[in-house]
């Protein structure tokens, strides 16, 4: 009976992820650390001239064992300025992720910019829109050899590897990848801020079949806002929220983190943050399911960030994860060098 469930079990698992081929896209719940991977149009939205950002994701380990769930990513991105006000943003990401034991993976370089417009203010108190897009090229793979198949069953439920699986036409294909996004922000000074935003992902669809059929990949809409606001000499708050629609499925993610500054001179950008996020999304066949809390941690110290968030599973799921859900790391180092202008953005 056990081996029959954990065929039965492998089989799901076959069939997810042949459904995920449709919908899945990475997803990292430190979201605001990963500027370029949310939207183009944060490209070069900074306080400094240049930013290098790392993210890694470990999920369901507590499950999958060595085939947990794995999402990296780097990027770099720079800005340049465009008359007295306004700024050309451009960089680049390569991320990478690997799920379960069938190896499914999806690799992908991309670049991308933006144009920041500024709409009103002066040298401390700014509006501006930034418009961006991105052109990438992606690679899917799966290794077949490590599946599944109902005709390897011996006709008791039980799984024979000696029988003969089913071949995938196309274990690994390439295809291009095409999004843009929009950005409003205003800023009121050194630590006060708002802003909010929006993405349009998979413009050209591209088709995502190991089975040459046509299996086109469901666009996605990215919608966030957020902000920053002192409620003591050396307390801030930092609110934020962000929707992701992707064919049938949605997930909210929203939250705040205090902000504490430390030394005596807010210059040398020294802080730490505590955060909870929660995250929301639906379920395929009906209802609304609250996924996971999230907690997270930020160091800054000059040019350099570190963050830290952990996932604690409450859907059903965590019957099986004894509520682990995921951890992640980022890194981000930014390059600031003279600035000649008077232009404030928000950290991100």
């Not at 079990?9 to 919908?23: E, G, P, R, Y």
């Not at 991105?134 to 799966?142: A, K, L, P, Y």
Request: glycine share 10%.
């Amino acid at each position: 009976m056990k081996k029959t469930t954990l065929h039965i079990l492998s089989l799901c698992l076959v069939m997810l992820s042949v459904v995920a081929v449709q919908a899945q896209d990475i997803h990292f719940s430190q979201f605001y650390m990963s500027p370029l991977n949310l939207n183009p149009a944060l490209t070069g939205v900074m306080n400094c001239n240049q930013r290098v950002v790392a993210n890694y994701r470990n999920q369901w380990a507590s499950i999958l064992k060595s085939n947990a769930y794995n999402t990296y990513s780097a990027s770099y991105d720079q800005k340049v300025a465009v008359g007295r006000y306004d700024y050309f943003g451009v960089g680049g990401t390569l991320w990478g992720d690997k799920a379960g034991a069938s190896e499914f993976a999806t690799l992908q370089a991309r670049l991308s910019g933006s144009y920041a417009k500024k709409m009103g203010g002066y040298r401390k108190k700014a509006h501006y829109l930034v418009l961006g897009a991105d052109f990438g090229v992606s690679q899917r793979s799966i290794n077949s050899a490590n599946l599944q198949w109902p005709s390897q069953n011996n006709g008791n439920g039980v799984f024979d590897p000696t029988k003969p699986g089913e071949p995938i036409d196309d274990p690994n294909f390439m295809f291009v990848d095409m999004s843009a996004g929009a950005l409003w922000f205003s800023v009121f000074g050194d630590d006060a801020n708002v802003y909010f935003g929006g993405a349009f992902s998979h413009l050209n669809r591209a088709n995502q079949s190991f089975e040459n059929q046509n299996i086109p990949l469901y666009s996605k809409f990215t919608f966030h806002a957020g902000g920053e606001f002192m409620i003591a000499k050396k307390t801030g708050l930092l609110p934020g929220v962000v929707t992701f629609i992707q064919g049938p499925s949605f997930q909210v993610n929203a939250g705040t983190s205090f902000k504490f500054l430390l030394g005596n001179s807010r210059r040398l950008n020294q802080a730490f943050q505590l955060g909870a996020w929660a995250r929301m999304s639906n379920r395929l066949d009906d209802g609304k399911l609250l996924d996971a809390i999230i907690l997270s941690t930020r160091f800054d110290y000059e040019y350099f960030t570190i963050g830290f968030s952990y996932d604690i599973n409450t859907s059903n799921l965590s019957t099986a994860s004894n509520g682990n859900g995921a951890f992640e790391f980022s890194l981000m180092y930014k390059i600031c060098g003279p600035e000649r202008r008077g232009v404030y953005c928000p950290n991100f």
